[in-house]
């Protein structure tokens, strides 16, 4: 069965620095998101994206935050400066009208 | 507003016992629903998810969910539970339309008693 691919598994950096999340999303899915987890607290919403645009994003999404689609498989989302409180789990997910999948996501530990 | 109830925070079975996990959401509409399994550190496994017709939907691993409009719910049942069950179960919505968003509930992790 098709799957959602993340990459890396899990990042450490350091407070400031600009990281890449990266997810290879379905390849005939068109629609596409990123999720944020906090350990020990739920699942949040932080973008989707579709026809290489925003369509909806978070307040969570501010302008620390980015998302692109540089090539036709990847889909990448970009922290400028990271903040001790954007260590969390993050999940990329894509869809069409009969599958939404995720990834088994990203761990993000910043230090 | 659009929310996920899952007034459970911590449940505790016997191995071999009955499992009802709550789930409760506000929609705007019908949405879709679904119930993702996530173990310490994994990512979220799709157990099952309801997204037109029969209101009883069965899922992976013998979980069944049953959808009830009239009570805005969408419980999660398995009338046996394993060992291997302990995890966080959180519940999902979503639009019926393919770019939507999924809320999720907080979660309601289960513990297995030997």
């Known amino acids: 069965e098709p799957e959602v691919t993340q990459t890396p598994s899990h990042q450490v950096t350091q407070m400031g620095q600009e990281v890449i999340l990266r997810c290879v999303p379905i390849s005939n899915h068109l629609y596409f998101y990123w999720y944020r987890q906090i350990l020990g607290q739920k699942v949040e919403f932080l973008v989707s994206f579709y026809n290489n645009e925003i369509s909806e994003k978070s307040e969570i999404f501010d302008d620390q935050f980015s998302v692109e689609r540089p090539d036709g498989s990847n889909f990448t989302l970009k922290i400028r400066s990271t903040k001790l409180e954007d260590s969390a789990m993050y999940f990329c997910?894509?869809?069409?009208?009969?599958?939404?999948?995720f990834g088994s996501g990203t761990r993000l530990t910043v230090v | 507003a659009q929310s996920v109830t899952q007034p459970d925070i911590h449940i505790t079975v016997s191995e071999g016992a009955s499992l009802e996990l709550r789930c409760n959401y506000s929609y705007g509409a019908t949405p879709y629903l679904f119930w993702y399994v996530q173990s310490p550190g994994q990512g979220l496994q799709l157990l099952l998810k309801y997204f037109s017709g029969d209101t009883l939907v069965q899922g992976i691993k013998g979980f069944e969910a049953e959808f009830k409009r009239s009570q805005s719910s969408f419980n999660l049942r398995k009338p046996s539970v394993h060992w291997s069950d302990a995890a966080e179960y959180f519940c999902a919505v979503g639009a019926r339309s393919s770019a939507s968003k999924i809320i999720f509930g907080s979660g309601t992790r289960l513990s297995i008693r030997p």
């Open positions: 997910a894509s869809s069409d009208p009969n599958r939404y999948t």
